[in-house]
């Protein structure tokens, strides 16, 4: 059964532009692929001011559908009067994995100390599934915490973890993706006081992501 959004505009109207019907679209007709990361979003820049709050509007008034990648563009949004109704949810969701989506949105707006509280819990969580799926979220902070993360899950108990992490490491250091890695985990177990080294998987995490 498809979601009946809270919608208060024509979507078709010639006054829109193409970047504002593009995140219409991903966001309110079709967002499987948009959860699946496979839509370019350049569409939250291209949109023009006014479009933006529109937009903004439309992801506040169905925020409490709770679902992923409404909480996602309010984040991206950056949009402060969401912020109300993503702490109640935040509050109102027990569940660890919604917490972090939740918890990201709001610190994409605010800067909210939550959110990494949230990521120094996902280092430690029981759940494998749960570490996998918010892989990615470690780089946000883009800060010695997120290496730091890095290093321990090259000892995490999970191979999958490992390998995306090794993956993602060597990534940093030859700006190339491949299934032989050129430094392994003995190398970064080794150097993970290397404050150089440090510095210089920050500066590529900046860049690269």
Avoid: C
């Amino acid at each position: 059964m498809a979601t009946r959004y809270n919608i208060d505009i024509d979507p078709n109207s010639s006054d829109f532009s193409s970047a504002f019907k593009d995140f219409y679209s991903a966001h309110f007709i079709n967002s499987f692929a948009l959860t699946r990361g496979e839509v370019d979003t350049s569409f939250f820049i291209s949109m023009t001011a006014a479009e933006k709050e529109i937009a903004k509007r439309l992801i506040r008034q169905n925020l409490k559908l709770r679902q992923t990648h409404l909480f996602t563009a309010s984040g991206q949004l950056k949009d402060k009067e969401a912020l109300p109704i993503l702490y109640e949810q935040l509050q109102n969701n027990t569940d660890f994995s919604w917490q972090m989506t939740i918890g990201q949105a709001i610190w994409r707006i605010n800067g909210d100390e939550l959110y990494p509280k949230l990521l120094e819990q996902l280092k430690n969580h029981p759940s494998e599934i749960m570490r996998i799926a918010h892989f990615e979220q470690v780089l946000d902070l883009q800060n010695e915490q997120s290496i730091d993360t890095y290093f321990e899950y090259l000892n995490d108990s999970n191979r999958i973890i490992k390998s995306m992490t090794l993956s993602k490491l060597n990534f940093w250091l030859t700006g190339i993706h491949s299934d032989t890695f050129q430094f392994d985990n003995n190398y970064f177990f080794e150097n993970r006081n290397n404050k150089g080294l440090k510095e210089i998987l920050l500066e590529k995490l900046k860049v690269l992501g």
